[in-house]
């Protein structure tokens, strides 16, 4: 138990400690602060804490100084003689003693050698920075000094720090054997392998070799295991290599070189080849203007006041890129956010900031000297380990600043960027603002193929990968990259040999996406004569003309909602009845998808004042505004009717969860019917959007009253596995791949009778996704424009009936990488295709 002046310390303690341990469960509680926030320490809070730590093995107690040692004994008192009996107060270092105390308590120690523990936890210090006395006697030998000994070479780069030595600890500790190490490099004394004090006392650094004995039953087994772990560097993820998945293991130079392979590597966002120089898109260094109007001369409290508040709330987006850093990437990568995190309540830091603003200064700029003076001593510092955590200091500062400055982040703008563009991540504005010509490829640390950046990416024709991790910000300006975007592959400063395999894979997808081309205008049939239409989804007149050229068969989905957004009024029905005429007239007779507005409170309009809601995805949104919005959906409705007369128009009901809800707006459509006067357009045809799983699950008391189901995979999925594709500490876990997902549209696809079923989300646009989705029954795939061809020739190599099979298999899979690990096999075992050796497609560029 931790018991402090500052909840902040203890806590990051404890976190420190935490890191330490593998899966022991070591109750830590913890004591500090007072409940307005102040410093102090509360002898009741101090009881209750110990009380919620003892489980009968005893408690040790851990006090950083004064008053918090008179608390805890008066807390003492307090307890039962049962209870007091059985907790400790130790006069430990707080923060060394509290790691090492974990860890034997962690190793199965008792409370007495825990606390023993933690009192011999300033050695590894004392050792590092004392001199020992040469007159000091030599010490005692222990019973494992006849032993035989092995030695090991630590290959770990920050040689035997506090996690590689955690680990070592903890690994002996589960051992039946008296087990001693030394550092024979150094020529240092024998200490117990399971006291971790006593191993940081080693100073093993990189290439150091270690000597090990052990006596005891399992004296050999423990020497085999232990050498084991040091060559694997004791399991520490010492940087983050680049992986591929699931293509084979990327050869990696550079930055990210040399390290331990992840499991989970860079996810494939948008196909194609990209091969260019790395240009690095990150805040530039937030210079403070010589004047700030911002900073007025307010009173210390207030000033003081405005910092605390600009650091809770990059604590919170912090926490919110480490969870989708450990969601997408892994635990070991998202730990360098922790110290981000512990940054922003450093003490020291803090108390000098306080310092400045009670001597007269603003927030940002004492904020700003004060972090300033810690990135200086970083940088400073001999180690190239430790200067390059200057930079970490440097993001925080800014971070913080740009907060009071009440800037919304970086400029980060891509317009003269010519390469591979490297970024923790993109906004929608950026993302949408990448140049194909420019542009070569996109890698984003974080993200997944769901998000808003990588949409945008596929849309644009530029190659990218999601989820590379905290590494690939490391790479340095200029290096080549290659990347590989349909399966994830990416390789920082490749070889020749991988440059040439990149470059034959270019030439390769190149020569696809001219036999795309040339096909575009016919139609998509597979192998065994199944004929699936294949559309566009717009969201304006251009993109329209786009999808024409393309090849489009029609377009599957138009978002009216571009009508009505970022202006001060509606649209009336003469504006709307305009640009639907347009679009129709650029697909030439070809039929048209329009979707009713599709806004909420995710996507307000100014002029449609809504109040606040907690979920606004779970609120008034889709066919749920239209309807408590007649007004505004008669005016619609009237409109697309009108074009109806003159061109096939397909006209389509979003976030229908009711027949009640498609009852009345049909009911609405009648009365526009009415209203045009010209009776029911022939080639009229009405269908609803499925993203909600009840209305998947209820498709057949749908089917009577549509013609057609459009299912929208990228709200279905967000909703079926309650991860909000906006969030990005779950986008992780929003992948339509996901068994559930797969049959849901199933369901859809069962039910629907005679009723079309199309598929307008994300995953139509994934070419491995062709033989999956025909296979379930859906036979219309609306993508963006640039993907009509790729899609067209991906539903060529289909044969329906072993593409059946397969989707039903996949139904079955424990997971999506099951079912991507399905169909791969399928594709090239089981002929999906008729060509299994045939390259995935580029999204081709358009004339």
């Known amino acids: 138990m931790v018991v402090s002046h500052s909840r902040a310390l203890a806590e990051a303690a404890v976190v420190l400690a935490r890191e330490m341990l593998l899966d022991q469960d070591v109750a830590m509680e913890v004591a500090a602060g007072l409940d307005d926030g102040a410093f102090g320490t509360d002898a009741t809070a101090i009881l209750a804490a110990v009380t919620t730590a003892d489980r009968g093995d005893g408690v040790v107690v851990l006090m950083d100084l004064g008053s918090a040692v ?123 392998a399971t006291s971790l004090s006593k191993v940081a006392t080693l100073g093993a650094e990189q290439g150091h070799q270690v000597q090990i004995r052990a006596a005891g039953p399992q004296a050999r087994p423990a020497l085999d295991a232990l050498r084991a772990s040091a060559g694997r560097g004791f399991d520490e993820v010492t940087g983050q290599a680049v ?363 100014r002029y449609l004042p809504m109040p606040a809601e907690a979920n606004p995805f779970l609120g008034v949104r889709g066919i749920r505004l239209s309807l408590a919005r007649p007004g505004l959906l008669a005016e619609q409705l009237l409109a697309m009717v009108r074009v109806a007369h003159d061109t096939p128009v397909s006209l389509m009901f979003p976030m229908v969860s009711t027949v009640a809800e498609l009852t009345a707006a049909r009911a609405a459509l009648a009365a526009a019917v009415a209203r045009a006067g010209r009776g029911q357009p022939a080639g009229l045809q009405v269908g609803i959007m499925v993203e909600v799983p009840a209305a998947a699950l209820k498709t057949a008391a749908f089917a009577p009253h549509v013609d057609f189901f459009s299912i929208g995979t990228n709200d279905l999925t967000q909703y079926a596995l309650a991860a909000d594709r906006g969030n990005e500490a779950v986008t992780g876990l929003g992948d339509p791949y996901d068994p559930g997902v797969l049959r849901l549209i199933g369901a859809v696809c069962a039910g629907a009778g005679s009723a079309r079923v199309a598929v307008c989300g994300e995953l139509a646009a994934d070419e491995r996704a062709a033989a999956l989705l025909v296979g379930l029954g859906v036979r219309e795939l609306s993508v963006g424009p640039r993907a009509v061809p790729v899609v067209k020739q991906a539903v060529r190599e289909v044969h329906r009936g072993q593409a059946a099979a397969t989707a039903a298999r996949a139904l079955d899979a424990d997971g999506p990488a099951a079912v991507r690990a399905l169909l791969s096999n399928a594709d090239a075992g089981e002929g999906l295709r008729p060509n299994a050796l045939r390259p995935r497609h580029a999204v081709p560029a358009v004339p």
């Not at 039962?80 to 509290?98: I, N, Y």
């Open 70 to 192: 008179l608390s805890a004994e008066l807390a003492l008192e307090l307890l039962d003689d049962e209870a007091r009996q059985r907790v400790l107060l130790c006069p430990a270092p707080l923060v060394e003693g509290l790691i090492v105390a974990a860890v034997a308590a962690g190793a199965g120690a008792g409370r007495d050698e825990v606390a023993a523990e933690a009192l011999g936890g300033l050695a590894g210090k004392q050792s590092h920075l004392t001199e020992a006395d040469p007159g000091s006697a030599p010490p005692a030998e222990s019973a494992a000094g006849a032993a035989p000994v092995e030695t090991f070479t630590v290959v770990n780069p920050h040689g035997l720090h506090a996690r590689p030595a955690a680990r070592l600890v903890q690994q002996a500790g589960t051992l039946d054997a008296l087990i001693e190490l030394r550092n024979a490099t150094t020529g240092s004394a024998w200490v117990p």
């Open 243 to 605: 992986a591929s998945a699931p293509a084979a293991t990327s050869a990696v130079t550079g930055p990210v070189a040399g390290t331990a392979v992840r499991q989970r590597g860079p996810v494939p966002a948008s196909p194609g080849i990209g091969i260019g120089p790395a240009r690095l898109l990150g805040p530039a260094r937030l210079e403070l203007p010589a004047e700030l109007p911002v900073e007025p001369a307010a009173e210390p409290a207030a000033e003081w006041e405005r910092l605390t508040a600009a650091r809770t709330a990059c604590r919170d987006d912090i926490r919110g890129t480490r969870a989708a850093t450990a969601s997408q990437v892994g635990e070991s990568a998202a730990a360098v956010f922790d110290a981000h995190v512990l940054l922003l309540d450093d003490s020291d830091l803090l108390d000098d900031a306080r310092r400045r603003i009670a001597a007269g200064a603003g927030a940002a700029t004492a904020w700003a000297a004060a972090i300033d003076r810690v990135a200086a001593a970083l940088a400073a510092l001999p180690d190239p380990y430790l200067r390059a955590r200057a930079g970490d200091v440097r993001a925080v500062r800014d971070q913080v600043l740009r907060r009071l400055l009440g800037e919304a982040g970086p400029d980060g703008s891509l317009a003269d960027v010519c390469g591979v563009v490297v970024a923790a991540d993109l906004t929608p504005a950026q993302a949408a603002g990448l140049d194909p010509a420019r542009v070569a490829g996109l890698v984003l640390a974080v993200g997944s193929p769901t998000a808003h950046s990588a949409i945008l990416a596929r849309a644009r024709g530029v190659p990218a990968v999601v989820g590379a991790g905290p590494a690939v910000l490391d790479t340095v300006e200029g290096t080549t990259v290659a990347l590989d975007g349909a399966t994830g592959e990416l390789v920082i400063d490749p070889d020749e040999a991988v440059l040439d395999r990149f470059r034959r894979r270019a030439a390769e997808l190149a020569e696809a996406g001219r036999v795309a081309r040339e096909q575009a205008g016919s139609a998509a049939v597979t192998t065994d004569g199944v004929e699936v239409g294949v559309g566009a989804n717009v969201g304006s007149v251009d993109d329209a003309r786009l999808a024409a050229t393309c090849g489009a068969d029609l377009v599957g989905l138009v978002r009216t909602e571009f009508l009505f957004l970022d202006r001060d009024q509606a649209p009336d029905v003469a504006e709307q009845e305009a640009v639907y005429r347009a679009i129709a007239a650029a697909l030439d007779g070809r039929r048209i998808t329009l979707r009713t507005l599709d806004v909420g409170g995710d996507k307000p309009l």
